[in-house]
Nanobody, 115 residues
Framework: QVQLVESGGGLVQAGGSLRLSCAAS????????MGWYRQAPGKQRELVAP???????NYADSVKGRFTISRDNAKNTVYLQMNSLKPEDTAVYYC?????????WGKGTLVTVSS
């Protein structure tokens, strides 16, 4: 089992920045990849940015050039640096981890971007 705890959400004005953190615990040795998803009100959950165990990253087109995903293996933590935030980035952001069999999810952290 893997436990994930997100932090760092909050209210920010458009153009501002936030950094989300996701601390992993439990059977972390089994994790193949981690990532950030988000779900806006009335919309489906979408993938924002994944990062593999080897450090390869990818980004949704809507956040390319503005968001950066990174990981600190010593701290078992994944980060999402979000710059130039827009009102359409408002959502609950979820941390995800995947091993060979299962997906694990955190409870989410709310990001609200005001115009």
């Amino acid at each position: 089992q893997v436990q994930l705890v997100e932090s760092g959400g909050g209210l920010v004005q458009a153009g501002g920045s936030l950094r989300l953190s996701c601390a992993a615990s439990g059977s972390i040795f089994s994790i193949n990849a981690m990532g950030w998803y988000r779900q806006a009100p009335g919309k489906q959950r979408e993938l924002v940015a994944p990062i593999t165990s080897g450090g390869s990253t990818n980004y949704a087109d809507s956040v390319k050039g503005r968001f950066t995903i990174s990981r600190d293996n010593a701290k078992n933590t994944v980060y999402l640096q979000m710059n130039s935030l827009k009102p359409e980035d408002t959502a609950v952001y979820y941390c995800n981890a995947a091993d060979a069999r299962l997906d694990y999810w955190g409870k989410g952290t709310l990001v609200t971007v005001s115009s």
